[in-house]
């Protein structure tokens, strides 16, 4: 019997019934990295919006290296927005000290729109 394509490149069948199923395993990554909620998030846009890309990633052995490159730059966006927005308003540890409340909430607000910057410019494209 002639052998497949798939078989001279070294692949295997398993029998199920009547069926031959091959045998598939996905590549190893080097290492794993961490994936944080930055990273999350643009793994499940990937997977609703994206699942090419998504799929190929995974395919290749390379979403985590992805999704953890991601994280990072998230993360330094996230926070060099929030330092950038944090002097134009002047905001300052004076105003913790003086002010603990308003400090808070100005802190907040500054944060909520620093995170969607973030998930506009990195996360949901």
């Avoid at 295997?12 to 994936?35: H, K, M, W």
Wanted: charged share 30%.
């Amino acid at each position: 019997m002639k052998k497949t394509i798939f078989e001279e490149m070294g692949g295997t069948y398993v029998r199920c019934g009547d069926y031959f199923i091959p045998n598939l395993t996905l590549p190893e990554e080097e290492e794993s990295r961490f994936v944080g909620a930055w990273g999350q998030r643009h793994l499940q846009y990937l997977k609703e919006y994206r699942r090419t890309l998504y799929l190929d990633l995974m395919m290749s052995g390379r979403l985590n290296s992805y999704l953890a490159d991601i994280e990072e730059q998230a993360q330094e966006r996230f926070e060099r927005i929030v330092e950038q927005m944090k002097q134009a308003q002047g905001i300052t540890e004076q105003l913790k000290a003086d002010n603990a409340l308003e400090w808070v909430g100005r802190m907040n607000n500054i944060q909520a729109c620093a995170r969607e910057i973030v998930d506009k410019e990195m996360i949901y494209q």
